[in-house]
């Protein structure tokens, strides 16, 4: 690599550390402010241009960007606007800088490999604390959710997201990558470490993105490749580990039967589900809280569908379509609408939804597969599926994992797009 390069290798390694742990505001800032200064001097201004007018979903970033801008300027509430805005930088920062550098395809994976192995020991550093912390497994409900990340002062929901996108790193570079049998076997024990943690961190979508991928590329394995005793032998291996850890940690399951109580009532006072406690249809879970809030949320963008209510105003307004159902427990509890895109419809309206989109996902999805970069375009899908559960832009990590992800795993792209 030449010296620019290695600069900004080991100082992308520095973000990455420091985008798992929320208690050094100002180590971070310093760490981002020099990617990103990095980024600026990495190539010339003529040779930005001419990458911007190649990009067109940096255009729509950009353009995305600035409605939130407008969004802010039209409403009432500004100061939470700007509070709002704070967490959205990365949205502008990141396009404008890492989004108009380009590398090879061969750095592009280093940096993907040297995320993948932060993840991993970031996540064995918060295992091995909730262990301590739990007295060694008497207080089981301490390995669990946001109990497990409670250390680095990270949701688990976020640290899913990075979980997934490290195994689908390592899964790529074991079967498409031609490594050597000693770094191979590391891979595969990362991976089958990495996904007993997911399996901990409980995050429902995020658990069904990863075994419904693992389970699609096994069948591709099998008869694609033709590989019928090495994909039996994986799926055996898959099949084996789900059930010891169902046996061991049941908790997890508690989770996913929260999906078979989806009725609600806007008036219930119920308490919230737990992973810890027996879930039942009287209790406000993870599945019908959300589609309370959706169909919140879609009431309020339907006030202003164009533009929408405002970035500084939009939980307000959610809020008071709150009230007008008697939705006491969404006011107590302060809940968002627990969707990233109904939270950009409802602040933005359809245009800045379609600005989003083209920016984000569409023109990204479409260049991923003009280059046949699969690996790229598996982790903007996962990242796609991720926002539908989640306000992803409510967070300063949502927006950083956002921001530098979709623009870094196309700065490989060729030319002639």
């Known amino acids: 690599m030449t010296r620019k390069e290695n600069i900004l290798y080991y100082l992308l390694l520095l973000f990455f550390a420091v985008l798992f742990y929320a208690h050094t505001d100002t180590i971070n800032g310093v760490i981002i402010g020099c990617v990103l200064l990095c980024a600026l001097l990495f190539n010339p201004i003529k040779e930005k241009w001419q990458l911007l007018?190649?990009?067109?979903?940096?255009?729509?970033?950009?353009?995305?960007?600035?409605?939130?801008?407008?969004?802010?300027?039209?409403?009432?509430?500004?100061?939470?606007?700007?509070?709002?805005?704070?967490?959205?930088?990365?949205?502008?920062?990141?396009?404008?800088?890492?989004?108009?550098?380009?590398?090879?395809?061969t750095l592009k994976e280093k940096?993907?490999?040297?995320?993948?192995?932060?993840?991993?020991?970031?996540?064995?550093?918060?295992?091995?604390?909730?262990?301590?912390?739990?007295?060694?497994?008497?207080?089981?409900?301490?390995?669990?959710?946001?109990?497990?990340?409670?250390?680095?002062?990270?949701?688990?929901?976020?640290?899913?997201?990075?979980?997934?996108?490290?195994?689908?790193?390592?899964?790529?570079?074991?079967f498409f990558k031609n490594i050597k049998r000693e770094k191979k076997l590391l891979y595969t024990t990362a991976v089958i470490f990495l996904f007993v943690f997911s399996y901990l961190l409980a995050s429902r979508n995020m658990m069904l993105v990863l075994y419904g991928v693992t389970f699609s590329f096994i069948l591709f394995y099998i008869f694609k490749r033709k590989k019928y005793l090495e994909g039996a032998t994986i799926l055996m291996a898959m099949v084996m580990a789900i059930f010891f850890v169902f046996k061991f940690f049941p908790q997890t399951i508690n989770r996913f039967k929260e999906l078979t109580y989806t009725e609600f009532n806007f008036?219930?006072?119920?308490?919230?589900?737990?992973?810890?406690?027996?879930v039942n249809a009287d209790q406000w879970n993870g599945a019908n809280f959300r589609l309370a809030a959706w169909q919140c949320g879609w009431n309020v963008f339907l006030q202003q569908p164009l533009v929408g209510v405002g970035l500084g105003d939009k939980q307000n307004e959610l809020v008071k379509e709150y009230a007008s159902k008697d939705f006491e427990f969404g006011i107590v509890t302060k809940k968002n609408v627990h969707n990233n895109y109904l939270d950009i419809l409802m602040s933005t309206g359809i245009i800045g939804l379609l600005l989003f989109l083209f920016g984000w996902i569409v023109l990204p999805v479409y260049y991923t597969i003009k280059n046949r970069d699969w690996l790229a375009l598996l982790i903007i899908g996962t990242i796609g599926l991720a926002m539908f559960t989640e306000v992803y832009f409510d967070r300063t990590m949502g927006g950083m994992v956002v921001g530098f992800f979709i623009p870094f795993l196309l700065v490989d792209l060729k030319k002639n797009n």
């Open 267 to 278: 008036k219930s006072m119920g308490k919230e589900s737990h992973y810890n406690m027996e």
């Open 111 to 174: 940096i993907l490999l040297g995320f993948a192995f932060i993840t991993t020991v970031a996540s064995l550093g918060c295992l091995v604390y909730s262990i301590y912390a739990s007295d060694f497994f008497k207080e089981p409900a301490l390995l669990y959710n946001d109990s497990l990340t409670h250390i680095i002062g990270r949701q688990s929901i976020y640290i899913s997201l990075l979980v997934n996108i490290s195994i689908f790193i390592y899964g790529y570079f074991i």
């Open 53 to 105: 007018q190649q990009r067109k979903h940096i255009i729509f970033m950009v353009l995305f960007f600035a409605m939130i801008g407008v969004s802010l300027m039209l409403s009432d509430n500004k100061d939470r606007g700007f509070r709002y805005l704070d967490t959205r930088l990365a949205l502008f920062y990141f396009p404008v800088t890492i989004g108009l550098i380009s590398i090879s395809k």
